[in-house]
């Protein structure tokens, strides 16, 4: 499937399969996940532009065709451009100021209330599983048109409910500041992969 960012309406099929996307230069580059996953950084500087209402799109439609338990996709996602709001996101993530600068801050919500159905289990982790699926699927998909995310899992979840006058049934688990990034930090080490992976043979 071929995918023009700039111009949504152009699908067209591959015959290898590939799909292509939009470049931040209006240009069309493929995607190669492995890339995305390898080539994804944790930005914290962005340059002062916005984003599109067709990226913004494209970073929704990553989101909610993430996997999810029972596929009841117990989750929701704020998107904030206010400065008084991206303010008081800032305070309740310990001051972590690049929150501020970013022209978009999304932040991922358990939805308590669609996955009781699992009972604690469900409520304690496979909602936040949810969220940690659909941001993760919304990074690799930011990446591949050339914006930046990173993930801040360092807030008071009390002050982050209080600043987007969440429900209780709703529990931010994620805040991620999105926008184009100013500088891309070189890749971090990484351990080897016999150092990560046990395996079990038959």
């Known amino acids: 499937m071929f995918y023009n960012i700039r ?3 152009v699908n067209q099929t591959d015959p290898k399969g590939s799909e292509l996307l939009g470049d931040s230069k ?3 580059k493929s995607v190669d996940v ?3 996953v390898r080539g994804r950084r944790s930005i914290r500087r962005f340059q002062d532009r916005e984003i599109s209402r067709r990226e913004t799109e494209r970073l929704i439609e990553a989101l909610i065709w993430a996997p999810s338990a029972g596929n009841l996709q117990s989750r929701k ?5 206010d400065a008084e709001t991206k303010d008081s996101l800032c305070k309740a993530a310990l001051n972590q100021t690049f929150i501020t600068k970013a022209p978009l801050v999304v932040v991922g919500c358990a939805d308590h209330r669609i996955v009781n159905k699992y009972g604690l289990r469900g409520v ?3 909602s936040v599983q949810d969220v940690a699926c659909s941001i993760m699927c919304m990074m690799l998909a930011a ?3 050339g ?3 990173v993930w801040v899992g360092a807030f008071h979840e009390e002050q982050a409910a209080e600043a987007l006058g969440l429900p209780d049934h709703l529990r931010p688990v994620a805040i991620v500041p999105v926008g184009w990034p100013e500088k891309v930090p070189p890749a971090p080490q990484r351990v080897k992969p016999e150092e990560a992976v046990v395996w079990i043979s038959g």
């Open 124 to 126: 304690e982790l496979y």
């Open 26 to 28: 209006g240009g069309v």
């Open 34 to 36: 492995m890339e995305a």
């Open 77 to 81: 996602f704020y998107f904030v451009t």
């Open 147 to 149: 914006l930046g995310t």
């Open 143 to 145: 990446h591949e048109i």
């Open 7 to 9: 111009d949504p309406a």
